[in-house]
């Protein structure tokens, strides 16, 4: 007996372009957030090369492209798909990091990437308010 399945998945990779022109009749660019008709936030992963058509990133890191008719923005609104805001971008990277630093501090992972800089050393008014070398900050931490 045959088994079952086979050869699922493999070989269909889709080619994803992210560029503004090819993303323009859409009104919206790489890595918006589309709400859809039933509520469900996705990513937009980019135009495919063969057959124009907008695809999406939806929970659970399954990709499927947009209603074939869905062509321009305005089908995309007819069909219930809206592109969100700009904030709504923000605060996911927000909501990234802040996940990032809690796995790092409790979990071992790697720390996010920090916005530290290394900052001139104030000159001291007087001489007597000088901070000895080994006790001056190098960076500023956030």
């Known amino acids: 007996m ?51 058509l907008l695809w999406l990133q939806w929970p659970g890191k399954i990709t499927s492209p947009l209603p074939t008719k869905a062509k321009s923005k305005a089908d995309m609104e007819k069909y219930g798909y809206y592109r969100k805001g700009g904030w709504a971008i923000i605060q996911r990277s927000i909501d990234s990091r802040a996940l990032q630093e809690f796995n790092h501090k409790f979990y071992g992972a790697p720390p996010p990437k920090t916005a530290a ?26």
């Open 117 to 142: 800089m290394k900052l001139p050393t104030p000159k001291p008014l007087f001489e007597g308010w000088a901070i000895p070398a080994a006790n001056r900050p190098q960076t500023a931490n956030f």
């Open 2 to 52: 045959p088994k079952k399945g086979g050869k699922k998945g493999k070989g269909s990779k889709v080619a994803f372009s992210k560029d503004a022109d090819k993303l323009a009749p859409y009104g919206c660019s790489g890595d918006d957030i589309i709400v859809t008709p039933l509520g469900v936030e996705a990513t937009v992963l980019g135009v495919n090369e063969k057959d124009g």
